[in-house]
């Protein structure tokens, strides 16, 4: 038992393993998906110390994403860690990393049709209004041939509402952990919708989500901010408008169901 005892405490000190990464200008991310903002590149046969491992996007078939002791994420498909599974600990798990173990609340069914309504359905990879290739309702691929997603393409709808629902629990995650206010479903669907169609880098480092954590009045803040969300290439696009003013629309639709901050 005691030998048992040491190893144990022994692994628990041994410092994160370095792998190597297998692509070229590999991206590592604010966050464990292809909408966070890029906070380094790495170049091929670089190596990088793995502190923990997450869920995120799925790339070619592995979701798992590394934490590197840059603090950022990049795709475990990209580093060779000789496994497809976990090679360390979870982070939010005992052993490092960061996140916290509380569920983030679900989107009710006005946020998912709001959302659907204006994405719309394409079976097959097109390229949005701001350049970036993307299939389903909305969902932005990592590369042009959308490789990155694991339904056959072109979609049928049921798959493409399965790749919905998959993308919307990142976005309710990093609103969950960003957002400290007090908000109730709606509004919570606002920002989730939001951070849907932006990114959730650009949400974390927005105006918007500092005024809500600085206490300011939910609605107001939303009414203000939402609206200047409508650019896309320098441009003013009539589609963001609409897609802000629904989502104002839905925030300020009262509810007595509580979303955030959440209670573990």
Not at 31 to 36: E, S
Not at 136 to 157: A, Q, T
Request: proline share 4%; charged share 20%.
């Amino acid at each position: 038992m005691q030998l048992t005892t040491l190893a144990v405490l022994a692994a628990a000190l041994v410092p994160a393993l370095a792998y190597p990464i297998t692509g070229d200008d590999v991206n590592c991310r604010s966050g464990p998906g292809t909408n966070y903002a890029v906070k380094k590149t790495y170049k091929k046969g670089t190596d990088v110390k793995v502190t923990c491992q997450t869920e995120g996007t799925n790339i070619n078939g592995n979701s798992i994403w590394d934490k590197t002791s840059d603090g950022c994420y990049v795709s475990d498909y990209y580093v060779k860690t000789g496994s497809n599974g976990y090679v360390t600990t979870k982070c939010g798990s005992s052993g490092g990393g960061s996140g916290g173990s509380c569920s983030p609340p679900k989107s009710n069914q006005a946020t998912v049709d709001l959302i659907a309504e204006f994405e719309g359905f394409r079976a097959n990879v097109y390229t949005d209004a701001t350049g970036h290739p993307t299939v389903g309702y909305g969902h932005l691929c990592s590369n042009s041939k959308c490789s990155d997603v694991k339904y056959p393409i072109p979609l049928s709808s049921a798959n493409g509402k399965k790749l919905l629902a998959d993308d919307m629990k990142r976005f309710e995650k990093c609103i969950s952990q960003m957002v400290k206010a007090t908000v109730n479903l709606n509004q919570y669907g606002a920002l989730v919708s939001w951070s849907f169609n932006m990114g959730c880098g650009a949400a974390q480092s927005s105006t918007l989500v500092k005024r809500l954590n600085n206490g300011e009045n939910v609605n107001k803040v939303l009414s203000e901010e939402l609206p200047k969300w409508v650019h896309g290439n320098g441009k003013v696009l009539p589609g963001l408008v609409r897609r802000r003013n629904a989502e104002i629309a839905l925030a300020k639709k009262a509810t007595d169901d509580k979303a955030l901050p959440v209670k573990c």
